[in-house]
């Protein structure tokens, strides 16, 4: 008994099983499926849904998109090219005339012979924004970015380079009245850097410049106003506007915050009045009303006037966003700076801005992307915007009377692709940003 | 003064920009071009080809003042306008002058403060149907739903008339003749109503206009315009008395071809004055004596014009109707140049 | 060793203005002051002096003038006889009716996103993920235009719904015998009552007394409902046991209100097709539909974002601790999940509706005749106002903003944590 006990007990394998695979149900693909489509009846019901939903979206979209034509002058040509192709009833999208105009949408009327210009520019501003995007940059480059708000105005619009320059010198002469004056007087220095500045804009820079322009004109082709469309339009608003807004929208923040009753009150009003209203009131207000708010007879562009109720409007989201940032500081970095015993303005340069803005960056392309897409709003006022200007205008002409879809898909990819990659920019930054305060 | 305006803006929001003074002409002398309010789109009275020329019959006028102002008809910078900001922009000095199809009426001329120069095109408003439909009058349309565009004297006609009429429609507001002409076509409207020339400027680009009938009622009437800033007589004088030497032109039978022959050896002292052989009648409005003679050369009298961008020639096909000269039995009548 | 340093004798000196902390607020706030009051009287000076040079005046009298055009689409009494004023308000309850109307389907459509995309299951939330991605990046006109335009350029006009002329044969039926959406309108079943109480006039606008009747009703059914549940609490506070409640709030909220209806003989009208147009039902113009549909679904994907972050902002733990306490998935749900995560959802999704208001004044790019299209839009250009018109709207926009933003600051102030 004990033997037979001992015989049926003492069981040892003394061979390895070779390797099963799983059970069918239980791995590869059917697993994947199991697990991830149809897990309990629920997802199964979504699963049908969705593929239902996806069928009949391919099956509408795929043809045509597979029937496209590229090239033809005309849209019944192209239409014909489709018949001929792929029998009568069927369907197909007309690329063409992307093909013969998408430098209209990209470029609107800017002429043809300058398109490097504004790409220069384009490619300059990353340039320019390198040392704020990337750590590694040597911080020499940072007088380029101070530079080229100047530099891009004159590539785009051309004329002379004395007029931005003789902008930037007020700058120039403000900053060095209050390099001098900073070390005994520093807020006397800056009232006075900003009276100098002031005076140099509003009485000495015209005589100068026209003197300048008289000895050595320094002039490129210059480029009016009404030739902007397309994607440069939108791109110049956008940037010039966040630019602009940037340190409007740091002072209206530190308004916001202050303990002085009236300049908070103000801050306040004017960010909620802006945020209240939409875009094309204040567009409307460039358009229409801005002329009774100067003095009579002044007049200038409207793309100038677009972009200052833009900026406006972006500096009460842009402060909104640096209050955030603000607010996110440490308590203990302001108690810090008290206790180092730097005044209100050192504490805010050297310690608190420095943080805050970088804690606001990705918040700030946030609202840049907002903008960008906003600018499409400035055909309402007769500016060619690549959306419905642009595309309007090619549809004008009888060539390609009756095109749709075409043009808003193809600006929509353009506007998804420069959003989505900005957006994805923005959360790389945050990631990264979250990392540092570790 | 183009780089101060610039300037100024950059620096202090228009602060240093130069003020523009009272009279438009010297504005216009000093910046060196006309800046004309136009019809953003509006095939055979304004529209810009591919590479942003302005061509039409507006466009037409446009350069006519820019030639005898200027002594060059390309000087001229075109300002896309919506019929929403037309007026505002003229008002506030964003332009110098108005030729966008604009209906001369009373309130316009005095409330808007607005000054037309006269009329360079004698319209009505009508309607353009659907063959299909069946519709052989605008007294049929009860119930219809019309496509109109706001902001013109249109919409309020089209209400004065569908409630004489004791009818009902249903509109639907259209901001631009391309938005109109889509809505029509894809049949979101039983009938597009806008001035007749419109329709027909409309309906010529249509891929097979003979499928669509404009309708013999016309609704109102539309006599369009330039118009220029209120105050600044001057100028509507320029205005004006360019239209009227197009015309005039036209009866004297002075064209763009034989206008250097005329202006030499014409023995009518009607055509001597206007091309300004005889008495410098352009000093009086602040001009040079063959002001008129440049005019005309630009484009060729009303006539030439008319036939090139809109006439029965072109796609367009509109018949001269009223805007024959008045010895045709047209309203085109321009008063005597002395 | 050091003397101690006097007092400094407590005389006032001019520099001391700005750089004594006690006076340099004060300082700077008068010259600020002294600024703004400057720049203002420049602004206002200007003004007068542009007016004046147009023979303009500032009066909002304009207002009461007969406006003279027609709006297709109103939900108070207006013709084109009324005043301007009139039309400003056909505008503005445009607005808010697209406004109110995209909110609703934007949260619904965000809501399902949101949790959809946080789902298991691969498929549905990669479609999602798709979905969200594009409509955030796209400017929302786009998305209006398209829609605009695949209701205009890919739906059957009315006609397509008759029968052939010649072989009588039906191509287009109503979908579900209801609807019927067409390159116009999508005609849809309107609520008719066969007995109305007739409408009250008040003067400047009429009150529609059966509407008024069934709002009435259902808010004291609503009050009711909320008497009945805190009744429950009590009663649950003192005995443990806390008494069946739905079917009660059901029956005090709906039951009047549909005993109403029946009483007042409240039927569907179908579309049918008569004339050009169909008739009996209710036109929902497509301007409309397109607004409605592309700005829903536009904020739609920033709320389905929104609540995404919502959800997962509230950490695994809470929701273990809570089935440690032995609480069931739907009341942890309830009771646990929930409360975290609005109080992250609330704030960001009232600012997605004040967009979604805002952005309604897109409705000018398909001719919805909106506060913008009237007020800002034809009223302008008829009369010429366009001072008083512009700054009117931008008045009446930000008292909406200001009063949705209001109701923000109360929920937060009733959720926000009370700290200890």
Known sequence: MSDTDAQSVFFMRDTMLPQVPPPAGQSGPVRWLRENLFSGWFNTILTICGLIALYFLLRGLLPW????????????????????????????????????????????????????????????????????????????????????????????????????????????????????????????????????????????????????????????????????????????????????????????????????????TLSVGFIEFIRGVPLITLLFTASLLLNYFLPPGTNFDIILRVIIMVSLFAAAYIAEVIRGGLAALPRGQYEAADSLGLDYFQAQRLIVLPQALKISIPGIVSVFIGLFKDTTLVIFVGLLDPLKGITDAVRASIDWKGIYWEPYIFVGSIFFLFCFGMSRYSMYLERRLKRDHR | MKKTVFFGTLTAAGLAAGLASAATLDDVKARGELVCGVNPG????????????????????????????????????????????????????????LARNSTWTFSRDTDLALDFAGVNYYDGQGFMVNKALGVTSAKELDGATICIQTGTTTELNLADYFAINNMSYTPVAIQSNAEGEQQYLAGACDAYTTDASGLAATRAAFATPSDHIILPEIISKEPLGPATRQGDSQWNDIVRWTLNALVAAEEYGVTSANIEELATNSQNPEVKRLLGTENNLGAMIGLDADWAKRAISVGGNYGEIFSATIGESTPIGLARGLNAQWTQGGLLYAPPFR | MAHAVERPKDTFRLSMLIYDTRYRSLTIQVIVFLLVMAGAAWLVDNIIRNLSALGKDFDFGFLGVRAGYDIAQRLIPYSQNSTHAMALLVGLMNTLLVAVLGCIMATIVGVMVGVLRLSSNWLVARLMTVYVEIFRNVPVLLWILLIYTVFTEASPAPNAFRPDPQTGEVTKTLFLGLFAITNRYTAIPNLQFEQGLGSLDLGLFSLNLTFAAVVVLLAIGLYVRSRIIRHATAVQHATGKR??????????????????????????????????????????????????????????????????????????????????????????????????????????????????????????????????????????????????????????????????????????????????
């Open chain 3, 243 to 420: 008494p069946q409640t739905w079917w009660k709030s059901l029956l005090v909220v709906f039951l009047p209100t549909i005993l109403l209806c029946i009483a007042l003989g409240a039927h569907f009208d179908l579309p049918v097709l008569r004339g050009f147009n169909f008739v009996e039902g209710l036109n929902v113009s497509n301007s409309l539909m397109a607004l409605w549909l592309a700005l829903s679904l536009y904020t739609g994907a920033f709320i389905a974002e929104i609540v995404r972050a919502g959800i997962l902002a509230v950490s695994q733990g809470q929701s273990e601790a809570a089935f440690a306490l032995g609480l069931r998935p739907r009341r942890t749900m309830n009771l646990v999940i929930l409360p975290q995560a609005l109080r992250v959802i609330i704030p960001p999704l009232i600012s997605q509706y004040l967009n979604l208001m805002k952005n309604s004044s897109l409705a000018i790019a398909v001719g919805y005749l909106d506060l913008r299209g009237t007020l800002g839009g034809i009223t302008l250009n008829q009369t010429g106002r366009e001072l008083e018109c512009v700054l009117l709207m931008m008045l009446i926009y930000l008292a909406i903003s200001l009063v949705i933003s209001s109701g923000m600051n109360v929920y937060n102030s009733r959720v926000k944590l009370k700290e200890r």
């Open chain 2, 42 to 97: 509006l095939t055979g009275f304004a529209a810009p080809d591919a590479n942003g020329t302005w061509t039409g019959f507006d466009i037409s006028l446009c350069r006519a003042v820019a030639a005898a102002v200027l002594g060059d008809g390309t000087k001229v910078r075109f300002v896309p306008t919506t019929a929403e900001t037309r007026f505002t922009a003229l008002a506030s000095g964003e332009i110098d002058m």
């Open chain 1, 65 to 264: 998109f597979a029937h496209s034509v590229w090239t033809a002058d005309t849209l019944s040509e192209c239409r014909q090219i489709i018949a001929a192709k792929w029998g009568p009833d069927a369907t197909g999208a007309c690329f063409a005339v992307v093909r013969e105009r998408w430098t209209q949408w990209l470029f609107g009327f800017y002429p043809r012979h300058l398109y490097w210009r504004p790409v220069l520019t384009l490619v300059l501003m990353f340039v320019a924004m390198a040392p704020v995007l990337f750590p590694g940059v040597p911080r020499k480059l940072m007088i380029f970015s101070a530079i080229y708000p100047f530099l891009g105005f004159w590539l785009l619009w051309g004329g002379s380079a004395w007029v931005p320059l003789g902008g930037m010198a007020g700058f120039v002469l403000g900053y060095i009245a209050w390099r001098v004056l900073r070390e005994n007087r520093p807020l006397v220095g800056i009232l006075v850097a900003v009276v100098i500045a002031l005076l140099w804009w509003l009485l000495l820079a015209g005589p100068v410049i026209d003197l300048f322009r008289s000895i050595a004109p320094l002039a490129i082709e210059s480029v009016r106003s009404d030739r902007f469309g397309g994607f440069v339009l939108s791109l110049t608003i956008g940037v010039a506007a966040i630019a602009i807004s940037l340190p409007l929208g740091i002072a209206l923040a530190l308004g916001r915050q202050s303990d002085m009753f009236l300049i908070k």
